[in-house]
């Protein structure tokens, strides 16, 4: 079993949905961080955080701390959002354990 | 301009070789990264350098070795190249208070697509 897992492992939604991704870890973390990974295969770092929430234009990051879990929130989704998006969690000082990622597919 | 590139973005090879990889950083982070990613597209750590200093070294098979002469550079050097070295290699930056947790965002490379022949 991983030690970072995320649900689900693929999402297909219409545009102008509410989207959340799930992750759960089963580890002692410094932080967690949400990443982008594009349909070219770049990767992009959306969110780093330790504890509450953040928020970048559409895009809301939760961490709960005590139960382990963090959730990626997409508000009025948009075909470009369409991605993988990562979860990886920060253990000790520089070692980030990966999410196997969830492949997200907005439709027009 | 590219806050961290690599070179070259793909890279076919046959069994045997020697290659290397190349990543370099113009954002002024004290760490760098290399992160192999495999055909199920699952992520995970290979080195860690912090201020040219090893930090982390993940289990990785003593025929990749990592280079990096300045804090700017992480070379990843690959030897007598097995069918099970492809994948994209991806290499990233921080920055980190000395050793302490990593104090912001990942940067990554644009990844290095390598195929073992």
């Known amino acids: 079993k991983n030690e970072v897992e995320q649900s689900p492992q693929n999402l297909t939604a219409q545009e102008g949905e509410f989207i959340t991704i799930n992750c759960s870890y089963s580890?002692?973390?410094?932080?967690l961080h949400w990443l982008q990974q594009h349909p070219g295969g770049g990767i992009v770092s959306l969110f780093m955080?330790?504890?509450g929430k953040k928020k970048h234009g559409r895009l809301i990051a939760t961490i709960n701390i005590q139960e382990k879990h963090s959730s990626l929130h997409i508000t009025a989704s948009h075909p470009r959002d369409s991605a993988v998006y990562i979860c990886?969690?920060?253990?000790?000082?520089?070692?980030?354990?990966f999410g196997q990622g969830t492949r997200l597919t907005i439709n027009p | 301009d590219t806050a961290v590139s690599q070179t070259p973005k793909y890279l076919v090879t046959q069994m045997g070789n020697d290659k290397s990889i190349k990543c370099e950083q113009n954002?002024?982070?004290?760490?760098m990264y290399w992160y192999k990613q495999d055909s199920k597209k699952f992520l995970k750590i290979m080195f860690s350098?912090?201020?040219?200093?090893?930090?982390i070294n993940e289990t990785v098979p003593n025929r990749f070795s990592p280079k990096s002469p300045d804090k700017a550079h992480l070379n990843l050097h690959i030897n007598s190249l097995e069918l099970g070295d492809s994948a994209v290699y991806f290499c990233?930056?921080?920055?980190?208070?000395?050793?302490?947790?990593?104090?912001?965002?990942?940067?990554f490379g644009e990844g290095s697509r390598l195929t073992v022949l």
């Open positions: 350098y912090n201020n040219k200093e090893l930090i």
């Open positions: 990233a930056s921080s920055h980190t208070a000395g050793l302490a947790v990593v104090t912001g965002e990942l940067f």
């Open positions: 990886a969690v920060l253990r000790g000082a520089q070692k980030l354990v």
């Open positions: 580890v002692g973390i410094s932080a």
């Open positions: 955080l330790s504890s």
């Open positions: 954002l002024g982070h004290d760490t």
